[in-house]
């Protein structure tokens, strides 16, 4: 070794060698510039970015979006299904055309039963009426059985008895009904009774054994009033009503 002015020349080859090592290092890891953490930082923003968007889409699959749908085509059912009913008492009171008593009769049977309609009632009856006059004076027992109840077809069964004992024959002609008019309405303990006063029109004669016309006019249209009342139990599957009481007006 030199003395202590001169250079040691080990020394200088440590120095080469530490400079070589570090641009050895420098030129693999490379410098740093100030703006590693600027990247981290917006790397880490996307990440969390990206997250949200997957939790919200996944939130709005299965809490928001699919139970909110449900909730609102649930609600809009329930809506309509209010509307509609309202829309039925109204229809029902318009048809009481002011009449009060008639009008609170028909709102507690469309209540307790939202299929019914007055119009709808009335045509039956309308129906029913001629079918039931006709079966009358032909003695069709089997016909009225099925729209009378027990009480009114005991009344016209006897009638139908009394007539073919005494041999009589009734010939009728039904012309037409003039006029339905449901007068009354009434529900009670589950049994809605609806009253409809009939004008109806007929060619009507009774003839004797022998065929002598004994009452009536075969050829004179003669026009008759009936005041009937029809039933329905409003818990029962069957749709149809019976008739349960008559009057004739004239």
Do not use: C
């Not at 009358?136 to 077809?153: I, M, P, Q, S």
């Not at 008759?224 to 749709?239: E, H, K, Q």
């Amino acid at each position: 070794m030199g003395g202590s002015g001169g250079i040691d020349v080990l020394t200088i080859v440590f120095l080469v060698l530490a400079v070589v090592i570090f641009l050895k290092l420098r030129s693999v890891l490379g410098r740093r510039t100030g703006h590693e953490q600027g990247r981290f930082e917006r790397y880490k923003a996307q990440q969390e970015a990206r997250q949200q968007r997957n939790g919200e889409l996944v939130g709005q699959d299965k809490v928001v979006t699919l139970p909110r749908r449900e909730r609102e085509e649930a609600e809009a059912r329930t809506a309509s299904a209010q509307a509609g009913h309202a829309d039925g008492e109204q229809r029902v009171r318009d048809f009481a055309a002011g009449n009060s008593e008639l009008s609170q009769g028909l709102v507690d049977i469309f209540r307790a039963d939202n299929a019914f309609d007055p119009d709808h009632f009335v045509q039956g009856a309308k129906a029913a009426y001629e079918i039931i006059v006709t079966a009358f004076a032909e003695g069709n027992r089997r016909t009225l059985k099925n729209l009378l109840n027990g009480e009114v077809f005991d009344g016209f069964n006897t009638a139908i008895t009394d007539r073919e004992k005494r041999g009589e024959q009734i010939d009728q002609s039904f012309v037409g009904i003039k006029s339905a008019d449901l007068v009354e309405a009434e529900l009670k303990a589950g049994i809605a009774q609806l009253t409809v006063k009939f004008v109806s029109e007929l060619i009507s004669a009774t003839r004797d054994r022998a065929g002598v016309v004994i009452n009536g006019d075969p050829k004179r249209i003669r026009e008759v009033t009936d005041i009937w009342t029809f039933a329905r139990d409003i818990s029962s599957r069957d749709p149809n009503w019976k008739l349960v009481a008559t009057q004739a007006a004239n």
